[in-house]
């Protein structure tokens, strides 16, 4: 089958189709969906104060100190939660909040400590939420306040300690994962789409997902935008940036006829300097958008979902189909794929295939953007979101089959799945060795991936 | 600005700790990306595995410290198999791929909570580097060494036997690759299927590419782990790894004073850069505006990546390598 062959090039309405269709989605579709997000209101149902407030068990004089916070992802202060930090041999210790959501707990010395926060105790305004992380790990300094601080919200990120396995257990973690694999789709797709026309393997593909959410988060939080600006906002933030990517170094390297492995090489090198300029920027914390957070969950039967996961994962369908359709039906995709089946002879068909690849190059960072804005509200904003994300984007892309853009979608849908269904199984902090499992399985028994062909694997 | 405590903390540098440790991580990425053309990316893992072989050997089962050594060295070798297994027969940017993935594997087991009766969890294992210092022949009262270059006994023992280490590793590699199984290792660099024609094993000579050099790796842990006298599984992320291969590149890959160079200058630039800025931000040169003193290791590993990429760039052979001899652009 010929690849479209005109030398003439595409009109300029169905030039940035790709990046146009991507970002008019960005924009309308969540402020359609604001009119829904509007109705659940902040919690403030008062905390009914049922267990006597302060610690309860300091037993040394001489110990260390660890401060337990617990709030809602709302910095809503949670009363009457219990708390208990063990280490070791020693006797664990326990300890209630106060009204400010603070207990101090006496250890006995300086060492690490794993501070569980019972969530059955979690009442009034904090009621059925999850902590993200249980148990905290501290390693508790001399003189230091060690503080630790427990965010309870709607997040099904961290299923707690659950009892047996239940359906809807089963249900709900395939919708968590359902929304997670979304997320890693917006991002595979570009990431497919860089490798598949330049053949270059892009390992600062996390830093532009870091990008979405920490654009968001200045636009939304220092700038004091609408957070329906500021991802709109950030999702052209992120296409400038690839823009800027192509334009400043790829394409000069490419020009210069540089080595796949030394680009490689070079796209470490500029995550590295990206990693460490966003930490030197937005500092080490963990940080949350002002808006939606702390919604409740939307209960739908078998699972519930907060009402800005609902919304997260249709605007991302939408924008995945968009860009199907449009690498299937438009010129512009058409033209795309036959950059990725063979530059040489696209070239020589008359597609500019410098072009091409900045088109790509702009709407996979926007895509990578988007993903990043959208990982920002279901998780936090931090500086290596994107890098610890990578990985399970690389094992999407493996798994679909390098270079296919409908493959990545795929890939990341069943590694989104398979990373929450298998909590059910293993501990929930090995999933991701889980998934790195099935990417080196995969590469083991096919190499091509799911949708790819054998061809591709040298 | 005390220039005479910049200059002398980035001479102590060329020779400390994470020099020895660098140099020898390097070294064994030399043998499998420098000569073999193998681009593994999970040279983090091999050093974690020799630092938790001894850590987990002595601490957790109570074993003597040359068991943990043995432990450490055959843990890179089954690591090596491992990987080697079903990834070796993959296309390069795939064999990075997997690689990193099971690098990273290796450090989220390491610091699961649910083996934390095993490895310590995210906070790591230590107490396990006692029997080496005893091993010490120095005097434990006394410093050593003259001029910049003084350091306590514990310090210069194991800066001893790490250098020690460095030179063996670079005996080995120079025989090795002066063998005629090292010109099939580089012939497999060049052209697998010409070799491959020729009636080789390429398969096999990656393979033992990949334990020699994840023994090397392994060296490096031993180093590591008991240099710190502790094990935390978040010294051993990907991270690591770019940082060797910054050292291997910078250096010059497929030289086998390379990476030794490489990892010397890698850390006196390092803690240059870090010293000179510490204290231009504590004179008011620097604005706090602009840095903090907690903002200058970023600043620094923020010129290890734009280092790496301009080296890649403009110099891909490195200060010492030859261009002819560079897997990079061989594909």
Redesign the interface.
Known sequence: MPVPCRATPSPTALRWLLVVAALLLAVLAPAAGALAATPPPAPTAPASPTNEPGATAPAEVDGETITVRVRTADREDVEGAEVTATSGADDPVSGTTDSGGVVELTVPGT??Y?VQLDTDSLAGVAEGLLPQEN?I?R?VTSGSANPVVFQVSEDGDAIGSAGGTSLSQVAQLTANGLRYGLIIALAAIGLSMVFGTTGL?NFSHGELITLGAISTYFLNVSLGLPFLVAAPLAVVVGGLFGLANDRLLWQP?RRRG?????M???S??????????Y??IFGGSRQTYAEYQGQRGVDLGLFSLRPIDLISMALAAVVLVAVGLALQRTRLGKATRAVSDNPALAAASGIDVDRIIRIVWVSGAALAGLSGVLLGLAQQVQFQMGFQIL?LV??AV?LGG?GTAFGAVAGALIIGVFLEVSTVVI?T??R??GA??V???V??VR?QGILGRASR?? | MDWSTILSNSARSAIGLETVIYALAAIGLNVQFGYAGLLNFGQAAFVAVGAYGIAITVTVAGLPFWLGIVVGLLGAVLLALLLGIPTLRLRADYLAIATIAAAEIVRLVFRSATLREYTGGSGGLSGFAEAFYDLSPLDPGRSYGFGPWVFGSRLTWILVVGWALVALSCVLVYLLMRSPWGRVLRGIREDEDAVRSLGKNVYAYKMQALVIGGVIGALAGFTFGVGRASVQPDLYGTELTFFVYTVLLLGGAARVLGPVVGAAIFWVVLVLTENVLIQAVGAGYIPSSIMSTTQVGQVRFMLVGLALMLLMIFRPQGIFGDRRELAIDAR
């Open positions: 060492g690490t794993a148990p790990e390693s393997t390297l540089t080595g796949l492995i030394a490689m090489i070079v470490i090198g500029l995550a590295l300097f990206l990693r460490y300029f930490l030197f990985l690389f094992a493996t390098l501990p902090e090995l991701n060795v790195l499992l990417l080196i399985l590469l083991l190499p694997i040298g």
